[in-house]
């Protein structure tokens, strides 16, 4: 069955250090997101990839860093730059952009970031 | 940007009621989404409906354009809908995707 892999389900960082979120999917979907979710506030979105090797800020992008260098891959790199990491993370994807036309979004189960 | 708000915030309900959960957005869009979270926190989308009614199983999606809201009603509601339901719309002056999602409505359908 085609869907999105996060992993892991659940992480724990320590102050200073970097981790890396991954999120495959096998939908052959060009579109992927990474969205962070703080409890009693809405998704909100940190990067978008609409094309390998393309990918741009969302609305919260600081102390964070993305690759795209596979069509099935789009991994999350929570940096010790950003000053409150724990949190909810959902990675999704859309056959294209969202922007550019009405289609669903497909989620993964997330991963739920916390600091030691 | 668009403002989405979704009511009532919690909803605790028996076995068997009928539920509604209402979505409400401040300017025009193109296409509104109803997605579910699981307790454990995986997301799937239940309905994208840009007018008219969508039904599914025991899931009904309803929008008016005209009046800016939507709403999600699930017939003989059973404890395995209990989870949280979150309203999304698509608009010219949305996010990056073109999403602006509301802060989820919390239902718990008691045995």
């Known amino acids: 069955d085609g869907g999105i892999t996060q992993s892991p389900k659940y992480l724990f960082r320590k102050e200073g250090q970097n981790v890396t979120l991954s999120c495959e999917q096998n939908?052959?979907?060009?579109?992927m997101y990474w969205y962070r979710q703080d409890p009693g506030q809405g998704l909100r979105l940190i990067y978008y990839?609409?094309?390998?090797?393309?990918?741009q800020k969302g609305d919260i992008a600081e102390g964070y860093s993305v690759s795209r260098e596979k069509k099935e891959s789009f991994p999350l790199t929570v940096t010790s730059a950003q000053k409150n990491p724990t949190a909810f993370y959902l990675c999704a994807s859309s056959i294209f952009l969202q922007a550019y036309s009405n289609q669903p979004q497909h989620f993964g189960d997330g991963t739920r970031l916390s600091i030691l | 940007k668009n403002e989405v708000e979704q009511s009532p915030q919690n909803l605790t309900a028996q076995e068997g009621e009928f539920i509604t959960i209402n979505c409400s957005y401040s300017?025009?869009?193109?296409?509104l989404h109803w997605l579910q979270q699981h307790p454990g926190g995986g997301i799937v989308s239940l309905f994208m409906?840009?007018?008219g009614k969508k039904k599914h199983g025991r899931l009904i999606a309803t929008i008016n354009i005209q009046e800016k809201h939507s709403s999600l009603h699930i017939t003989a509601s059973h404890p395995r809908d209990s989870a949280v339901y979150i309203c999304a719309v698509r608009s010219a002056g949305g996010g990056a995707d073109g999403l602006t999602f509301g802060k989820g409505t919390h239902l718990i359908i008691q045995p």
């Open positions: 939908l052959n979907h060009d579109a």
């Open positions: 409906l840009s007018s």
């Open positions: 300017v025009g869009i193109s296409a």
């Open positions: 990839s609409q094309i390998v090797n393309d990918f």
